[in-house]
């Protein structure tokens, strides 16, 4: 509770809430004086929120040298910290893990169930930004398509870019966020190809076939999990 109490409080500042807003969509790390000119404020006011940030675990800080003497900079990212806010208290990573194993337990078939779900969940979100969409009821064009498979990504917390190539027929994919990380680390193999059909999924449901090729994955070090969704329609 009094880690909740710290963290509300740190929000509750909304320059500071914005600041965390930008390095979440930054995907890369930020430094000082970056934030005081992207926010207009003065370099001591900007490192005094990103410290804030950083004392509840939201951000963590590294240090750089610039290769010119002096003092090294210091660079600010999100932290690998799972920030949960619930009144009263829940655990759903913990039912999470327990689920998974219960179901591992039982084999392929179940295994398989949980890939062939996961596509099926994918399916209806696209389904369901779609019904929110002007163009509802009507012949979708490669653009629309995209935007609506964007925003579903966005809704999903992914925090993702994508990439089109110049005939429309491959979208490079990647994902600066995977909302499974902190079960994935446990159950990886099985939660990696899960998420890989969701994607699946989602462009399976606007394009008559979708083809995903995974290109890098973040448990294993790297900055994103990224895809090459080969498309045809």
Do not use: W
Request: negative net charge.
């Amino acid at each position: 509770m009094e880690q909740t109490l710290k963290i509300t409080n740190v929000l509750s500042d909304p320059t500071r809430y914005y600041i965390y807003q930008y390095i979440t969509n930054k995907h890369k790390e930020v430094t000082v004086q970056e934030v005081a000119e992207q926010f207009n404020i003065h370099p001591n006011v900007a490192r005094l929120h990103l410290s804030k940030l950083e004392d509840v675990k939201m951000l963590a800080s590294d240090t750089q040298k610039t290769g010119k003497g002096g003092r090294p900079s210091r660079l600010y990212s999100l932290s690998d910290e799972v920030i949960q806010l619930h009144f009263p208290y829940r655990d759903y990573q913990l039912l999470a893990k327990i689920a998974m194993q219960t179901l591992l337990s039982l084999g392929e078939p179940a295994k398989q169930a949980l890939y062939d779900i996961g596509k099926r969940f994918g399916q209806e979100l696209i389904e369901q930004e779609t019904n929110r969409s002007p163009h509802f009821n009507e012949p979708l064009s490669f653009d629309q398509k995209m935007k609506i498979i964007k925003n579903a990504a966005i809704m999903s917390g992914f925090h993702p870019e994508f990439e089109v190539n110049e005939d429309s027929s491959k979208v490079y994919f990647q994902i600066f966020n995977c909302p499974f990380k902190e079960v994935a680390e446990s159950f990886s193999e099985s939660v990696c190809q899960m998420h890989a059909e969701y994607i699946k999924g989602m462009f399976e449901a606007l394009f008559d076939s979708a083809r995903l090729i995974e290109k890098s994955n973040i448990l294993n070090g790297c900055e994103s999990c990224s895809y090459r969704a080969i498309l045809s329609d």
